[in-house]
């Protein structure tokens, strides 16, 4: 082999070596294990933001997944890490701007200076922009003082800006202050208001809130009462809220028999079924009961089920995790697994799909009407072969010309031929 030759294929190895290496980056770029984030969905990417860890610190770290990747895969998922946030950050309550559907507003929660348990009041509110990357601060109009040291509530937006938050608790873990008042933020105007209540409502902290397409927020489980006395609230009992007129009341459920929970997450198909994973539940002992049952609740008969689900890549019992719904799949992350003898925290995907009620490792995308795979798909696999007929063009481009380089060193040169080079003959 020629040294030519030995240096293009040298080349060619290393460049291929180091396009691989990229493309394994992301497998090595893994968040650490966390409870009490938020999260949000825009378009197919799924946003976590900060986090309690293992170490007791509240992370300012945000990290997404882009779930229309091609053959995601929840055993080897491809994080990205974004921009860090100005604080860190658990327990509060984000939701995806329906006027330009990439901005995220984060609002209240427990913050603190970055990598601190030193608190920081600087806002209430915070505003992700996820094209640039950039997060802000805004006024807010008569802007409810309380929701300064306020956690541990759900935010619900409607499709005309105005984003609805009930409940929740003080920051003080000794005198907690528990509240059962509906706050609302008009994005579009930047003003708080908190409409008086015509209705008596029990306080809740932990739930899960769903908003149906009739404008109803639907509010399930969570803790209710005061700080000397906490009890779990109803699920036979469902408290829903009238966005149209603000107005509450209570629909009764029924069909099996569900246990209270809190700390969980809940996500709604097209036919308004409203799935929840696990939560938990805090027992006569004072333990907390990590729980990894699904139920679901047709909010059209109210009626509770508790389908059949085969164990096979199940989650762990999980509580104060994050989950969306992309297409029919419900995305599970994160979230606290035990909390007895020791903290254990889980940074795992599990896929639930909602239609057959099973655990899956992947999403399948759908093919288009015609048979042929997505515009993603293709894509995809377009990327790996280009890459790879590139290579090969390479390879034969520089090859033929290191055989033609030789063929021209190699020729015994002939009386009256210039196009190769004659060496002097040495002289005596």
Known sequence: MTNCLRNVLVFIILNLIHFISCQNVTYQNIPSPRYEQTSSLIGAKFYFFGGRMSDLYSSNEVWYLDLSIPFFNAKSPLWHKGVGMPIGYDSGTSCVSPIDNSSIFLI???????????????????????????????????????????????????????????????????????????????????????????????????????LLANGNIVYIGGRYGSNSSVSSASMNQIQVFDTKNDSWSIKMAYGDNVGPRDGHSAVL????????????????????????????????????????????????????????????????AFGLISSTPNITLNNNIYILDTQNFSWVTTINIPTVANGSTSTVLYIGIAIGVGGVILAVLLFTIIFLFCKKHNELNSAIPTPGDTSVSKKPIPTP
């Open 269 to 332: 198909t097209d036919d308004e079924h409203i799935v929840i994973y696990g939560g938990s539940v805090i027992t006569n002992s004072g333990n907390l009961n990590v729980l990894s049952d699904v139920i679901v609740l047709d909010t059209k008969a109210w009626v509770w089920d508790i389908p059949i689900v085969i164990k096979t890549n199940a989650p762990p019992p999980l509580t104060f995790y994050s989950t969306t719904l992309y297409k029919n799949y419900m995305i599970i």
């Open 108 to 210: 209240g929660g427990e913050m603190f200076v970055p990598n601190t348990n030193t608190p920081n009041f600087t806002s209430t509110v915070y505003i992700f922009n996820s094209t640039t990357s950039q997060w802000s601060m805004h006024n807010i109009i008569s802007f409810n003082s309380s929701f300064t040291t306020r956690k541990e509530m759900q935010a619900i937006v409607d499709n005309n800006g105005k984003i609805f938050i009930f409940g929740g608790s003080s920051y003080d873990t000794i005198n907690t202050i528990f509240y059962g008042d509906m706050n609302i933020l008009d994005i579009n105007t930047m003003t708080w208001s908190t409409p008086a209540q015509d209705f008596l409502i029990h306080t809740y902290v932990d739930y899960s809130a769903t």
